[in-house]
């Protein structure tokens, strides 16, 4: 079985008499333990995706399943439990908590969830160490980089050992060499660790993780196996 699948993904905005389309049936299965990039423009729909499929905004019709689960017939708070049980996030914006530093920041989903707080500790500081940052864990966002700031949101969007890891644009804010490390990263974490992930990108100039994707004008396709980021037209 499929650790996800999306059947018919339609989303829609405006009212009756205006709406606008953004996805146009988007289909796709994703395995456990696979990776994958999707490529396109912006303003083509990718966050809107992930959006959907992290379980953040449901779609106008179609189906989510994670593992099995029809996500949107899941009430709230079983939804929310999915969300931070299944789900990683990493997203374009670091979104880390100024007031916390580093390994508390990586902590956060650990306690929300109400996980043992010496086991989730230790589990952190693992995470900083893997993702380069254990003599950063007691520093504030404001004292860290743009690079060291993405490096520990990857750090907390792995502390609850998701099955999925969502990556939206996560290099959208880094220089051209902080983009590299960052896929770099992404590419060892998942394969080292194991979980699956979808890594959403408009920059071409990127490696592909896994199989690639495009998404252009509402629908989402497989590229040829001749194609590559740079020769993909988006």
Same mark, same amino acid.
């Given at each position: 079985? @499929?650790?996800?699948?999306?059947?018919?993904?339609?989303?829609?905005?405006?009212?009756?008499?205006?709406?606008?389309?953004?996805?146009?049936?988007? @289909?796709?299965?994703? !395995?456990?333990? $696979? +990776?994958?990039?999707?490529?396109?423009?912006?303003?083509?729909?990718?966050?809107?995706?992930?959006?959907? *499929?992290?379980?953040?905004?449901?779609?106008?019709?179609?189906?989510?399943?994670?593992?099995?689960? %029809?996500?949107?017939?899941?009430? %709230?708070?079983?939804?929310?439990?999915?969300?931070?049980?299944?789900?990683?996030?990493?997203?374009?914006?670091?979104?880390?908590?100024?007031?916390?530093?580093? *390994?508390?920041?990586?902590?956060?989903?650990?306690?929300?969830?109400?996980?043992? %707080?010496?086991? +989730?500790?230790?589990?952190?500081?693992?995470?900083?160490?893997?993702?380069?940052?254990? %003599?950063?864990?007691?520093?504030?966002?404001?004292?860290?980089?743009?690079?060291?700031?993405?490096?520990?949101?990857?750090?907390?969007?792995?502390?609850?050992?998701? !099955?999925?890891?969502?990556?939206?644009?996560?290099?959208?804010?880094?220089?051209?060499?902080?983009?590299?490390?960052?896929?770099?990263?992404?590419?060892?974490?998942?394969?080292?660790?194991?979980?699956?992930?979808?890594?959403?990108?408009?920059?071409?100039?990127? @490696?592909? *993780?896994?199989?690639?994707?495009?998404?252009?004008?509402?629908?989402?396709?497989?590229?040829? $196996?001749?194609?590559?980021?740079?020769?993909?037209?988006?």
């Amino acid at each position: 079985m @499929s650790l996800l699948v999306c059947s018919d993904i339609v989303k829609e905005f405006g009212n009756a008499e205006n709406r606008v389309a953004v996805l146009k049936g988007v @289909s796709f299965s994703l !395995e456990k333990g $696979e +990776a994958a990039t999707i490529l396109g423009s912006s303003g083509a729909g990718k966050s809107t995706l992930l959006n959907i *499929i992290g379980a953040l905004d449901p779609p106008s019709s179609g189906k989510v399943l994670l593992d099995g689960e %029809d996500v949107y017939a899941l009430n %709230d708070k079983k939804i929310s439990h999915l969300r931070n049980r299944k789900l990683g996030f990493v997203f374009q914006l670091y979104h880390l908590m100024a007031e916390l530093t580093a *390994i508390e920041n990586v902590l956060l989903p650990a306690r929300i969830a109400g996980h043992d %707080d010496a086991k +989730a500790r230790a589990r952190a500081r693992e995470l900083l160490a893997a993702v380069g940052l254990s %003599d950063r864990e007691k520093h504030f966002p404001a004292q860290l980089s743009g690079g060291e700031q993405q490096r520990a949101a990857i750090a907390r969007s792995l502390i609850n050992e998701p !099955e999925l890891l969502l990556a939206d644009e996560p290099t959208g804010n880094l220089d051209r060499k902080n983009s590299e490390m960052i896929t770099e990263l992404l590419v060892k974490l998942q394969k080292d660790m194991g979980f699956a992930m979808l890594f959403v990108t408009h920059n071409r100039e990127l @490696s592909s *993780i896994g199989r690639t994707m495009v998404l252009r004008d509402g629908t989402l396709s497989e590229a040829d $196996e001749k194609e590559n980021m740079t020769t993909l037209k988006i």
